[in-house]
């Protein structure tokens, strides 16, 4: 197994501090990939991409990372933006190594690196981690009511974070009651369950909004024309996974293209390791689930 040459770019030619992993000079190039994160994690530098750039750049693949743009007053980075960003990365690296590039996204950047498949169709590939098939408002009600019902609490604490959250993202859409959401806030924040539910102990302010809350992957889903591979991990508690697949199903067929290549992880929850921390720094690249890693050599493989 090759080794891996590495550049810093800061800036970069696209704009972005990145990070360029190159296999060896004894390895030919074949193709190249550009990672998207995760939302906890921003930098160019996270273990997922580590394992990535080892895993790859082995079998003559280019890895390129980079920071990700910061959203506006701590919100989230707005999907079009990252896609941009993303599609701004695929670009030079192609010209770079003047091979094909395809696109790697862990979670919420699944979301962002479909995007950009689907609005440019040179790119050559789409792996992707967590991803999740429904809009990001469905998907955290899917994964704060999965919090609290492995934590055991009853249906009528996960009703009433429900409907709580539901009070929240009315409000984000400027369609919310403030006075009946503060009656449902103020029975939920002493509970020993709030903590788990992601949300924040004031009402989202008049002017605050959630510009992705409501979007829908399906449609960028059916443009994609690439190779997908899709990895969950069989004890996925971020993302639906069965639904997800399904949309993902669905939109191929509708739109007559390739299925995608389905993978499930034993022993993994959303990150692909048994020690379940997407927003740690300090996974050890051993503690990768070997089945991810042989999941991702046998699909580049066939690239």
Request: charged share 20%.
């Amino acid at each position: 197994m090759g080794g891996m040459q590495s550049q810093e770019f800061d800036p970069s030619p696209f704009g972005r501090p990145a990070l360029l992993r190159l296999p060896d000079p004894g390895i030919d190039v074949r193709g190249g990939v550009v990672a998207l994160h995760g939302a906890g994690l921003p930098q160019r530098r996270q273990p997922l991409f580590e394992h990535l750039a080892i895993t790859l750049t082995a079998m003559g693949f280019a890895v390129l990372t980079f920071d990700r743009r910061p959203g506006r007053n701590g919100e989230d980075t707005p999907l079009d933006v990252q896609a941009d960003d993303a599609l701004a990365a695929v670009e030079y690296l192609r010209a770079t190594i003047d091979a094909p590039v395809g696109l790697y996204g862990f979670s919420q950047g699944a979301w962002a690196a479909s995007l950009a498949a689907a609005r440019d169709s040179t790119v050559a590939m789409l792996a992707m981690v967590g991803c999740s098939g429904v809009s990001p408002a469905e998907q955290m009600r899917f994964h704060t009511d999965e919090r609290l019902r492995r934590a055991g609490y009853d249906d009528s604490d996960r009703a009433l974070q429900r409907e709580l959250r539901l009070a929240y993202e009315a409000l984000l859409r400027g369609e919310g009651d403030y006075g009946a959401a503060a009656t449902l806030l103020d029975a939920a924040v002493d509970q020993p369950w709030f903590p788990l539910s992601y949300l924040d102990s004031e009402l989202p302010a008049p002017e605050q909004s959630w510009p992705d809350m409501d979007y829908d992957p399906e449609p960028a889903f059916s443009e994609v024309t690439c190779p997908v591979l899709l990895i969950w991990g069989a004890d996925e508690d971020c993302v639906p996974a069965a639904a997800s697949e399904q949309v993902w199903r669905r939109a191929t067929q509708s739109a007559g293209h390739p299925e995608p290549t389905v993978v499930t992880l034993a022993d993994c929850g959303h990150f692909p390791a048994p020690v379940n921390e997407p927003n740690s720094l300090t996974v050890p690249i051993a503690a990768f689930s070997p089945a991810y890693t042989i999941a991702l050599r046998r699909w580049f493989a066939e690239r």
